[in-house]
């Protein structure tokens, strides 16, 4: 095998390898995009969850002013 040749096969070997983390660089950030947008729908949850329970507290204590 000639220089040359050794450094085709090293150059190959390196676009491939360039490649796949370009791969991968694209795969983790569609999963980081997906766990953010999970996180933004269990915080709009919690929300929901806790402004359900202000306004029920509310309606409570108007009940028992009113008795």
């Not at 050794?6 to 660089?25: A, I, Q, S």
């Not at 795969?27 to 953010?36: N, P, Q, T, Y």
């Amino acid at each position: 095998m000639t220089i040359e040749e050794l450094y085709d096969e090293m150059k190959r070997g390196f676009e491939e390898v360039n490649r796949r983390l370009g791969t991968l660089e694209t795969d983790v950030a569609w999963i980081k995009g997906k766990l953010e947008g999970t996180q933004e729908g269990k915080a709009s949850v919690w929300q929901i969850i806790t402004t359900a329970t202000a306004v029920g507290a509310v309606i409570i204590a108007l009940i028992a002013l009113l008795k």
